[in-house]
């Protein structure tokens, strides 16, 4: 099997939602001798993601799609028949689930189809799912009993997957990369006669923690005049509804409306065309009520530690693996808005120390998350199941 290329079909329910720029840059970063299929329910942004040999359930006839949607939703079987079919067709070697739940689901798909299967844990699916509806326990420790390798973002995540019941030798961190190449190393200056140009840039959900970047803001207005860009904003999930009026009643609550751009949810090109407009890049992810956590990093931080851009974020999950704390990033501890401040002051107070930070930054970023790296070790990972 080595001297052949390796057809992998990657399953993801809808290819592919704007903020998972993560995700088209795994497949597309793989070397030739992988062959990369996209299955899915429904195609969305192809103008952004677009890669050879996708395959959309919905593309097919609504009658198939709402059968194999139907079959499902009745419990008949969790995974969709559409993805055994097309991988027999296309002769797969290996199938590549993203996010645990989606992993237990094609379990099935995986056996008939006769694949090794290799499953992403990306966050959300670690402790979010299990904490909101116990089934999930025995249902990932069917799928850690029948899959062949699980890949996670970062050490801190990985523990968190052995916890929920994976044997260590199945467990294997994996960075998500970004295109360093084609990310300018710009480190950013701040002349103290200007405003503060603050980016924040996120969903709106707890787990990010704007209401806690926004109270530290609040904090500082009375000493230093900011300008802050959100982009980012409330999915259709009612948790997340409630998180954007939680965000735009403290923006009314601490008068920053005059200071605060929203911009909504942007392309990628848009969000770095902002980002080298700004000084600092705030970031501060916290663990949820509801268990709902990073899991990893934010992939956000990477790219603008790459850019030259100082980041200020928490020592949430694996973000301390991204950012080393006072070295090529400030991170303070979940939910501390003193924290935050305090940070946010030592950036205004040391404008001349931004550049050693940054260039820390970019170096760690070049050295763990470079994407056609990844995508070469992630290469070497299929090669293994499959060799196995």
């Not at 990369?177 to 084609?182: C, D, H, S, Y």
């Amino acid at each position: 099997m080595n001297a052949k290329r390796i057809i992998v079909f990657h399953y993801i329910p809808s290819w592919l939602f704007k903020t998972e720029t993560w995700l088209y840059n795994q497949v597309r970063f793989l070397p030739p001798e992988i062959e990369n299929h996209i299955v899915c329910e429904k195609t969305e942004n192809l103008d952004q993601f677009f890669v050879p040999n996708i395959h959309a359930l919905i593309e097919t006839s609504a009658w198939r799609y709402f059968w194999d949607k139907g079959v499902r939703k009745l419990g008949i079987r969790q995974h969709l028949d559409f993805l055994v079919a097309q991988a027999r067709i296309h002769h797969a070697h290996v199938l590549h689930s993203h996010f645990g739940n989606v992993g237990w689901a094609n379990r099935g798909a995986a056996k008939l189809a006769g694949l090794k299967h290799v499953v992403t844990f990306y966050g959300v699916d670690v402790n979010y799912v299990p904490k909101n509806d116990s089934r999930w326990h025995d249902r990932y420790q069917m799928l850690f009993d029948q899959t062949a390798l699980v890949l996670c973002e970062g050490p801190h995540m990985a523990q968190c997957v052995v916890a929920l019941g994976c044997p260590k030798n199945k467990v294997r961190v994996h960075h998500l990369g970004v295109r360093v190449e084609k990310i300018a190393f710009r480190p950013r200056i701040w002349n103290p006669a200007e405003p503060l140009r603050v980016l924040i840039a996120a969903s709106f959900r707890e787990k990010k923690g704007i209401p806690f970047a926004l109270e530290a803001l609040a904090r500082l207005q009375s000493e230093v005049p900011f300008e802050v860009t959100i982009i980012g904003d409330a999915g259709c999930e009612e948790r997340s509804q409630i998180e954007k009026r939680k965000i735009l009643s403290l923006i009314d609550k601490y008068n920053l409306k005059s200071k605060i751009h929203l911009l909504g949810y942007q392309s990628h090109e848009v969000f770095f065309e902002q980002a080298y407009t700004h000084h600092v890049f705030l970031s501060p992810s916290v663990t949820a009520s509801d268990g709902d956590t990073e899991g990893g990093a934010p992939v956000s931080i990477i790219e603008m530690a790459a850019s030259g851009m100082p980041i200020v974020s928490t020592t949430h999950c694996d973000i301390p693996e991204v950012i080393k704390n006072g070295v090529s990033g400030l991170l303070a501890p979940e939910r501390d808005v003193d924290g935050l401040v305090h940070h946010l002051k030592w950036l205004v107070n040391h404008p001349s120390r931004w550049k050693q930070m940054v260039e820390a930054g970019r170096r760690h970023v070049e050295t763990g998350y470079d994407a056609r790296v990844q995508g070469e070790i992630l290469a070497r990972v299929y090669q293994e199941v499959v060799n196995a």
